[in-house]
């Protein structure tokens, strides 16, 4: 009963630290796409960007502190010989392979929404350009412009699609460790 327990207290703090570094990744994503940052300069945002890396490095620390426990609770099951507990310690080794697959998927995610975020600034700014050229000069020469937003356009697409694709990895890694974490819930064996 105590393995159990602390399996789901180890991963309920996992699941904290994952909130702790989406927020933060929000609030630097915000910042980079918010007009008035980008009108007031880069102070705002590179002092998120600074707590971003903090709040990264923190659940880094974090992830190997809470993965080292799970270790420990794997191995005391695997010295009992108890069929129950080694069963239970096999569960923590398929919960930590996924968990070591989660963060690895939510990193590759946020680069990839960061890359999403940037492309629509790109298009954005170039489109504003774009504009600005026409309202000025009162002439349509900016074909080479319309192109390059086309471009941008087709990019953002494809950002969108990967982005979108990459999100179902990430939550059919979740039903995984939730599964586990089911199992490990309503744990029939003597623990």
Same mark, same amino acid.
């Given at each position: 009963m105590a393995a159990r327990l602390e399996i789901l207290l180890v991963q309920?703090?996992?699941?904290?630290?994952f909130d702790d570094m989406e927020q933060a990744f929000?609030?630097?994503l915000s910042s980079q796409i918010a007009p008035e940052?980008?009108?007031q300069g880069q102070g705002d945002h590179s002092k998120l960007e600074a707590e971003f890396i903090a709040v990264c490095n923190m659940v880094t620390t974090k992830f190997k502190a809470l993965s080292a426990q799970m /270790?420990?609770?794997e191995e005391r099951l695997k010295l009992t010989e108890n069929s129950d507990d080694?069963?239970?310690a096999n569960m923590i080794r398929n919960i930590q392979d996924e968990e070591r697959e989660h963060i690895r998927l939510v990193i590759a995610l946020q680069v990839e929404r960061k890359r999403l975020e940037m492309l629509r600034q790109t298009a954005d700014k170039t489109g504003k350009c774009h504009q600005k050229h026409n309202d000025e000069h009162g002439c349509e020469c900016g074909a080479k412009l319309e192109e390059e937003?086309?471009?941008l356009k087709e990019l953002i697409? /494809?950002?969108e699609d990967k982005v979108k694709w990459m999100k179902q990895q990430n939550a059919d890694n979740e039903s995984k460790i939730n599964e586990y974490l089911d199992e490990v819930r309503y744990w029939e064996?003597?623990?």
């Open positions: 309920e703090q996992r699941a904290q630290a929000k609030a630097l940052s980008l009108q /270790i420990s609770i080694i069963k239970l937003i086309e471009d697409s /494809i950002q064996g003597e623990c």
